[in-house]
């Protein structure tokens, strides 16, 4: 086995001494888990004969951090880790298998491996919504299917009949690509998504205001929910259809790939965080702005609205918010740690914790079969390891 990490240092956050680990530790140990039973969809589904033009907001308890014991005593106790920060390059190490990535770890820490009934135990309450580009939907394509299946999405994909959830090119077309991914669900998900067919070179390409691909999936206990909205960066659009939440108004959705109408709402990031995400009482919310340009580009004042609204969006359920840094990717064009350096400075201002995914995905760059399928995605297994990761940030204590 081949282990393969980044050579250079960069920077991690987190206590500086024995004391403030052991204060902590203490800490995190009186914290207790909360059982929310039913979903906000639930809610939502069964008002569609109302005109509330928002999910319904039944009473709930606040929500408390939820311990790493998962009622599993026999299981050692994890070494609490900063998973929240931004990572140094040279504590990044990825294992090979076949040539290609096998199994992320972080030196020092305890990356603890969920299994699916811990993964289901640990989410339970839990209303988690993404908003980003492509590289964040393969992220909740993996997570959903794991949570549905009990299983991960075949590591590198290509296999007969079974269409990869996190490559679209391994689908017939685009809107094959949603409409099938969605039926994996079982009829869990509601996909507010259509793509125009264009041929590149020949047609004219569509609009990003005329591309839908927000998704809304409740687990088979209806404990948890995971959402994505789709968004591609600014000066674009949230934006989606009546029928899907929080928007119900009473009226049916559309199918899959079928939502060929012009959007009924759009909004720029930060009011999309504070009208519609919040709806939706996340208990947590995973944001990036993708492959489409630095998060520079905004400007400050833009970003102090959208740091801001970004925790207002958790705040009624003491939440929290966490920005995904841009993965790396091949070639001259691919993004640098400054690509989110405006983004990190103004959501740190605001507390947001940090998943590293560029530092995470750096080391892959080095190996000679890159894990990608493009210039700029994954194969399923990095999008794995990016979500074990999301666990271990949700359901582990905290430095």
């Given at each position: 086995?081949?282990?393969?990490?980044?050579?250079?240092?960069?920077?991690?956050?987190?206590?500086?001494?024995?004391?403030?680990?052991?204060?902590?530790?203490?800490?995190?140990?009186?914290?207790?888990?909360?059982?929310?039973?039913?979903?906000?969809?639930?809610?939502?589904?069964?008002?569609?004969?109302?005109?509330?033009?928002?999910?319904?907001?039944?009473?709930?308890?606040?929500?408390?951090?939820?311990?790493?014991?998962?009622?599993?005593?026999?299981?050692?106790?994890?070494?609490?880790?900063?998973?929240?920060?931004?990572?140094?390059?040279?504590?990044?190490?990825?294992?090979?298998r076949n040539?290609?990535?096998?199994?992320?770890?972080?030196?020092?820490c305890?990356?603890?491996?969920?299994?699916?009934?811990?993964?289901?135990?640990?989410?339970?309450?839990?209303?988690?919504?993404?908003?980003?580009?492509?590289?964040?939907?393969?992220?909740?394509?993996?997570l959903?299917?794991?949570?549905?299946?009990?299983?991960?999405?075949?590591?590198?994909?290509?296999?007969?009949?079974?269409?990869?959830?996190?490559?679209?090119?391994?689908?017939?077309?685009?809107?094959?690509?949603?409409?099938?991914?969605?039926?994996?669900?079982?009829?869990?998900?509601?996909?507010?998504?259509?793509?125009?067919?264009?041929?590149?070179?020949?047609?004219?390409k569509?609009?990003?205001?005329?591309?839908?691909?927000?998704?809304?999936?409740?687990?088979?206990?209806?404990?948890?929910?995971?959402?994505?909205?789709?968004?591609?960066?600014?000066?674009?659009?949230?934006?989606?259809?009546?029928?899907?939440?929080?928007?119900?108004?009473?009226?049916?959705?559309?199918?899959?790939?079928?939502?060929?109408?012009?959007?009924?709402?759009?909004?720029?990031?930060?009011?999309?965080?504070?009208?519609?995400?919040?709806?939706?009482?996340?208990?947590?919310?995973?944001?990036?702005?993708?492959?489409?340009?630095?998060?520079?580009?905004?400007?400050?004042?833009?970003?102090?609205?959208?740091?801001?609204?970004?925790?207002?969006?958790?705040?009624?359920?003491?939440?929290?918010?966490?920005?995904?840094?841009?993965?790396?990717?091949?070639?001259?064009?691919?993004?640098?740690?400054?690509?989110?350096?405006?983004?990190?400075?103004?959501?740190?201002?605001?507390?947001?914790?940090?998943?590293?995914?560029?530092?995470?995905?750096?080391?892959?760059m080095?190996?000679?079969?890159?894990?990608?399928?493009?210039?700029?995605?994954?194969?399923?297994?990095?999008?794995q390891?990016?979500?074990?990761?999301l666990?271990?940030?949700?359901?582990?204590?905290?430095?």
């Open positions: 086995m081949t282990v393969v990490m980044a050579s250079s240092v960069g920077r991690r956050w987190g206590p500086g001494s024995a004391a403030a680990v052991a204060v902590a530790v203490a800490a995190a140990t009186v914290l207790c888990a909360i059982a929310v039973l039913g979903s906000p969809f639930t809610c939502m589904l069964t008002a569609r004969g109302t005109q509330q033009s928002v999910a319904l907001r039944p009473a709930r308890p606040p929500l408390q951090p939820q311990l790493a014991g998962l009622g599993n005593s026999s299981r050692p106790a994890a070494l609490p880790c900063a998973f929240n920060t931004l990572l140094n390059n040279g504590d990044v190490q990825w294992s090979e040539g290609t990535a096998h199994r992320l770890s972080i030196r020092g305890k990356l603890h491996r969920y299994t699916h009934e811990q993964a289901k135990q640990c989410l339970a309450g839990k209303r988690l919504v993404f908003v980003g580009d492509s590289i964040t939907r393969y992220q909740y394509l993996s959903t299917y794991f949570l549905e299946k009990g299983k991960w999405p075949a590591p590198l994909g290509g296999v007969p009949g079974d269409p990869s959830v996190t490559n679209e090119h391994e689908w017939p077309s685009w809107n094959d690509f949603l409409k099938g991914t969605s039926a994996l669900f079982g009829g869990r998900e509601l996909c507010d998504c259509y793509r125009a067919h264009y041929i590149l070179g020949v047609t004219p569509p609009p990003e205001s005329e591309k839908f691909e927000n998704r809304f999936y409740t687990s088979k206990d209806g404990k948890t929910s995971v959402s994505h909205f789709t968004y591609t960066t600014e000066p674009q659009t949230v934006h989606g259809h009546a029928g899907f939440p929080p928007y119900i108004n009473g009226q049916k959705p559309c199918l899959p790939a079928n939502c060929t109408t012009p959007a009924d709402w759009q909004f720029r990031l930060a009011p999309a965080l504070r009208k519609v995400v919040g709806a939706l009482q996340p208990t947590h919310v995973v944001l990036n702005s993708g492959l489409w340009g630095s998060s520079n580009a905004f400007g400050d004042d833009a970003w102090r609205a959208i740091a801001a609204a970004g925790l207002e969006s958790v705040s009624q359920q003491q939440g929290r918010v966490i920005w995904r840094t841009t993965t790396a990717n091949r070639g001259p064009r691919g993004p640098t740690r400054d690509h989110d350096a405006s983004a990190l400075q103004f959501t740190a201002a605001e507390g947001w914790a940090v998943l590293d995914a560029y530092t995470i995905t750096r080391p892959l080095q190996m000679q079969n890159q894990p990608l399928w493009d210039a700029r995605h994954f194969q399923a297994v990095v999008y390891e990016l979500n074990l990761y666990l271990n940030m949700i359901c582990e204590p905290q430095l």
